[in-house]
């Protein structure tokens, strides 16, 4: 067996023997097979896709490159949430500790932001103090602790992912479902969860555009999650505007402090609670979904998930005297702001255009080593479907990059689609899966 | 313009531009882009292919990535013959004098073995002394000297060429039909030549099976020479045999004084003749093809071409007292016989197992940086088409390693088809196509 020969195989369609996955993906983490070979061995995938047999047994061999946590001491269920990507989507931060003020365990591991979409770990980062590098001990204690914790990937956590996602990254083979459902599925079964909510964003701002392939992706998460023991359901919502009404860092985190504490309504609200509800239904606490929504619902009115998400950022070294008082946050040093032309309806806010410009403004990265700049963002002051007022402020753009400040104006500008007439209502929350798609 | 976006166009579908090819190669030539980036790009260049614009401009870059040879002070036409590899495949050896001692020059770079093919400058270098590393001031001084030159690539021709072959090789990005011809034109147009023809093998020992890609070859391949000002004309011809009775090095050599010495008939000296001639004809020295034939017949026959090649081999350092008395030569130390175990006529011998056979005996390379033992080979007393007779032998293997004669042995006797009736007569020259398959 060589690599020259399972990426011959892979290349001519032919499906792979779990000791040919084993071989090239044990191989790559131990060097002894090169990148050169790997990123072949990808691109070959990217075109010949796999099978259900092969991608699941890819996900397992990703699994078993490193440790797994074990949460089995917790006695209730440990439930997650794994979003594919967007542009302003903050929901983990509020969900998190939302469903744990429910009692339910959500051991969260998260990741950063790369293209035009943004990462929960950089928005929680922007918190001064806050920790997100954590040991499996680490995590484990905090879990036992508090019920739940956000973090980042450890190195000790599926090796082969990441070494892999950062050649996929800069070889074009990240939009591949047996590679996207591997490098997921593997982080979430190391996590040790019962049950684990899938947020599948589709639309302009999403990498996945399309509903099929969106579809497609929903199915397969499922049956690997099933046939690996996690209960498993997915929603398709919603990725052509951006999600609530801020992007960048520490501008999402001031909208999660908003929403924690009640005051927000819309979309980012409707998808959080949406999530929250079948979160709690896979962990028991409700008895149906919408029962699980109206639980968070009070949770969100009565300020406990607002105190919960104090104890986690506490707990992780956050300083929650930002939370609490803001306005002693640092500010950018330039803003400018666009107001409407007309009278009129917002029709959609292009999410990628969005996505790119907030990266422009320093609050993403161009490259993995870029610095991110917690300051920088965008604050939309109406999303799709809102009426527009001649003189009224559409956006705001929030920068420390002086020479960013026109193009971003410009782009933003060109990315809002302003017209007479009020546009059609639309669905935020597209479908709902879960193993019965299978069936 | 990025690598990265470069690989996503291509992966999608997408036409390149000149200046993105350009990107792509001399980025990667000058190492500012790696191998891993190289690599993904040629594996979707095998699946999404290239339109002529882009494969002729890849070729060009590839071509411009180095010097080319000036041969332009020499007044006659300069022919060369490319062949896209197979089993013993020695015509060049033949070929180079004998049209040379028509008065065409022939500037001849050729490759080595690898995998089942063998290689011709192998065979060559098979003649104790016989040198094959040229700079392009020796090459050119040869030419302008005995109007003949057999070498290999210099570091100094298609630099862009040597570096993406080593990455397809291992990656299993070879048998792309723009890959393969930016390859071999980029070559021959640095070689400065006038005319070329084309020897495309088809069938299980040649790396083209079918004969519709080998087709779809032939026609890029012309339509790149001609928009470059190379005549270009190409033959099909059938390597589902090995050609001739020889498979190795030494032992191909005295298959080709044999044949210098007009002593063979068959498949070999038909298709070696048949390509001669179409070569004397492109450089004008025949009135057709069937001319060019002839005139080669008489100069095997009547010792010029022997002469010829007596003379390339002595300029090039080779030890002629060798070839004039081949008992000379060292000696395998391991043979063994097959005998005919009933009357019958051959149907056909794969010539895919042959080429295996002779790499395990010690002729041909696994790696690249393997040793080649010249005496290693496979006599094949009979070809496709012959009677046999029981107890005659049908083939003798030569090998230095003993552990590798019984599974040889046992590979060769399964790839010898043998049955009670005559088979059908085959064809050795499929077809042929000139410029006139462009309209």
Tied chains: 1, 2.
């Excluded at 195989?9 to 790559?28: A, P, V």
């Excluded at 969860?193 to 579809?215: H, P, Y």
């Amino acid at each position: 067996m060589t690599a020259y020969e399972i990426i011959t195989r892979k290349r001519d369609g032919k499906q792979l023997s779990d000791s040919e996955i084993e071989f090239m993906i044990n191989g790559f983490v131990t060097n002894r097979i090169p990148k050169y070979q790997m990123s072949a061995f990808l691109m070959a995938i990217f075109f010949n896709g796999m099978n259900f047999h092969e991608l699941n047994h890819l996900t397992n061999v990703f699994l078993n490159s490193g440790k797994r946590i074990d949460l089995s001491h917790l006695k209730n269920k440990k439930i997650d949430k794994h979003s594919t990507g967007g542009v302003g989507d903050k929901v983990s931060i509020i969900l998190a500790p939302l469903v744990a003020a429910a009692g339910v365990y959500v051991p969260m591991i998260s990741g950063r932001g790369l293209g035009h979409t943004g990462g929960t770990l950089d928005k929680l980062q922007s918190i001064p103090g806050f920790k997100t590098n954590y040991s499996i001990k680490e995590f484990t204690d905090q879990m036992s602790k508090i019920g739940v914790c956000l973090a980042g990937q450890t190195d000790e956590l599926v090796p082969a992912d990441k070494k892999i996602y950062a050649l996929r990254d800069v070889t074009a083979t990240v939009p591949s479902i047996p590679l996207i459902t591997a490098s997921i599925m593997s982080k979430k079964l190391a996590e040790g969860i019962d049950g684990l909510v899938l947020d599948i964003k589709v639309g302009k701002g999403a990498f996945l555009t399309e509903i099929s392939a969106a579809k497609r992706l929903a199915y397969t998460l499922i049956e690997v999650g099933e046939k690996n023991g996690v209960e498993t359901v997915a929603y398709l919502t919603d990725m052509s505007n951006p999600l609530g009404n801020t992007v960048g860092n520490w501008i999402e985190i001031l909208e999660c402090i908003d929403c924690l504490q009640g005051k927000v309504s819309g979309p980012l609200k409707d998808v959080t609670l949406q999530l929250a509800g079948a979160m709690l239904f896979l962990a028991q606490k409700a008895e149906s979904i919408q029962a699980g929504v109206e639980q968070c619902k009070i949770l969100l009115e009565n300020g406990t998930a607002w105190q919960k998400f104090l104890d986690i950022v506490s707990v992780q070294g956050g300083d929650i005297g930002y939370l609490e008082h803001p306005e002693k946050y640092p500010k950018a040093k330039f803003q400018k702001d666009y107001y409407a032309q007309n009278d009129g309806w917002i029709h959609g806010i292009n999410a990628l255009d969005v996505g790119l410009a907030a990266v422009e403004l320093g609050a993403g990265r161009q490259k993995v080593n870029d610095r991110i700049d917690p300051v920088a963002g965008i604050s939309l002051h109406a999303n799709r479907g809102a009426p527009t007022k001649k003189g009224e402020p559409i956006f705001t753009i929030f920068t420390n990059r002086k020479h960013s400040l026109d193009g971003v104006y410009t782009r933003l500008q060109n990315a809002i689609d302003i017209k007479d007439d009020q546009p059609a209502a639309s669905k935020d929350i597209i479908q709902y899966f879960d193993k019965s798609c299978l069936a």
